[in-house]
């Protein structure tokens, strides 16, 4: 390490950076987009090279969401973008690390959409002086993107980040109305690299989110952004974790096994344990003659880019967490809410940096009476309030699941055109609503299971 400099010092105490400390060492990120580790122990300091894979901008122009189009704004410090450092020491080999998951900002397409971009994530390795990115395609759901927020605390060789799950597009229509839908807790495994989430509803009332003291031996609750970090306690929590990167999972590691509840003296919660959730979301089904029409494209995709088997579906309802009875007892409220069939008229093909919207069709959708597309919207919103949300999911019908380059997917979107010419002039009627138990771990879906079904009256 170089040793500490007037230079260096004068950046750190005239920008007031924020420090996350770790076993002595401390990381500094400065409002200059500077990121150092400090030992001021015996002041000694590095700063961290450059991230080739994310911005160096001390300035990043992201317009807010539902901004109007060239009406100036307040441009984003970097600084504010350092909340998302994670720092640690790795265990297994002995060594720190630096995670930053970075929010990249909103698309905003010409059809009225805003499309909020999946973060990005590098990590940093102090004896490799040198930076990889880590692909994060799974920080989302079929409909929603996780979003981490604040770094909260290193333990046992794991970084916890606050956040927020967010929908994927809003619709400017819906701008003043959008509410993130959940706080969520996001962890990273120093020592296999992979990350892992837990989606928490601070309304529920069992609470599901809580921190141990080790000394004084109290659990206690907690909105998630409120966890002390002064305090001798982990996050955690039971029957709500989700993997997130493909092919990584938390075994043989120091901490793999741990639990708060290996502790005699650990108030379990039988809440906790009886009331176990899952993720479900409904989806509207084409019919067979047309389902049979896509899965012919698909196959074609899946036979050159790979990927899972997908059941032609268009989302109706994302990203629900809840009880076995309760999303039953839910969706059966719906079948009073919608009761009639609707059209469904495929507008383009679309290519997207999701790993679940990687190809897929947009499908039209308008809140204006006199369009067409206007039931669809109609009964989207409808399916959406009665699980909870103000706004509902942008149609679309993903035709390839998978992380492709940008090359790869502008080749495949391509390909849809070659394989079914009129496929962006198809339209299909609406008469099955189906409620599927999703796994996301699971990127072969082969453990994504039906559990129930609403048919629709159609009326030409």
């Not at 122009?61 to 539902?66: D, H, K, L, T």
């Not at 966890?227 to 955690?236: G, R």
């Not at 650990?266 to 176990?276: C, L, T």
């Not at 698909?298 to 032609?312: K, N, T, V």
Request: net charge negative; with cysteine; hydrophobic share 35%.
């Amino acid at each position: 390490m170089e040793p500490l400099v007037d230079r260096t010092r004068k950046t750190l105490d005239s920008e007031k950076p924020r420090t996350t400390k770790t076993q002595n060492i401390c990381l500094v990120p400065a409002v200059s987009g500077e990121v150092i580790l400090w030992n001021p122990a015996i002041q000694e300091f590095k700063h961290l090279p450059s991230q080739p894979y994310l911005p160096d901008s001390p300035e990043i122009a992201v317009r807010p969401v539902g901004w109007p189009e060239g009406l100036p704004f307040l441009q984003y410090r970097h600084c504010e973008y350092m909340d998302a450092l994670g720092f640690g020491h790795d265990p297994r080999c002995n060594d720190y690390k630096v995670v930053n998951i970075e929010f990249l900002g909103v698309e905003s397409p010409p059809d009225g959409y805003d499309i909020n971009l999946p973060p990005k994530t590098a990590v940093y390795t102090l004896s490799t002086n040198s930076w990889r990115e880590i692909k994060t395609f799974s920080l989302e759901t079929q409909s929603t993107i996780l979003y981490p927020e604040t770094f909260q605390m290193y333990f046992k060789g794991m970084c916890f980040w606050s956040g927020q799950e967010r929908h994927k597009d809003i619709h400017v229509y819906d701008v003043m109305d959008e509410e993130f839908i959940r706080n969520i807790i996001i962890l990273f495994d120093m020592g296999d690299e992979s990350d892992e989430i837990l989606m928490a509803d601070t309304k529920d009332t069992n609470g599901r989110i809580f921190s141990y003291n080790l000394s004084t031996k109290k659990l206690e609750y907690h909105p998630i952004q409120s966890v002390q970090i002064d305090s001798e306690a982990v996050v955690y929590g039971n029957y709500s974790i989700v993997s997130l990167l493909v092919g990584n999972k938390l075994e043989n590691t120091d901490n793999a096994g741990f639990s708060l509840f290996d502790y005699s003296s650990f108030p379990s919660s039988h809440s906790m344990v009886d009331n176990e959730w899952h993720s479900y979301s409904v989806w509207a089904m084409p019919p067979d003659d047309v389902s049979l029409r896509i899965k012919k494209v698909m196959e074609s995709l899946r036979l050159e880019f790979g990927g899972p088997e997908i059941e032609p579906h268009i989302p109706v309802v994302g990203s629900l967490r809840m009880t076995h009875e309760e999303v039953l007892n839910k969706f059966r409220s719906l079948q009073s809410c919608v009761t009639s069939g609707y059209k469904a008229k495929v507008n383009q093909v679309v290519i997207r940096s999701f790993y679940y919207q990687c190809v897929s069709l947009l499908i039209d959708s308008s809140f204006d009476h006199s369009d067409e597309s206007f039931e669809l919207w109609r009964a989207t919103r409808a399916c959406g309030k009665c699980f909870g949300f103000c706004i509902g999911a942008r149609p679309h019908l993903s035709l390839l699941y998978g992380n492709l380059t940008e090359e790869e997917k502008k080749k495949a979107q391509e390909k849809v055109s070659i394989l079914d010419e009129s496929i962006t002039s198809m339209s299909f009627p609406i008469t099955r609503l189906a409620l599927y138990k999703i796994d996301y771990k699971d990127k072969s879906l082969k453990s994504w299971d039906k559990i129930a079904e609403h048919t629709l009256q159609y009326f030409i």
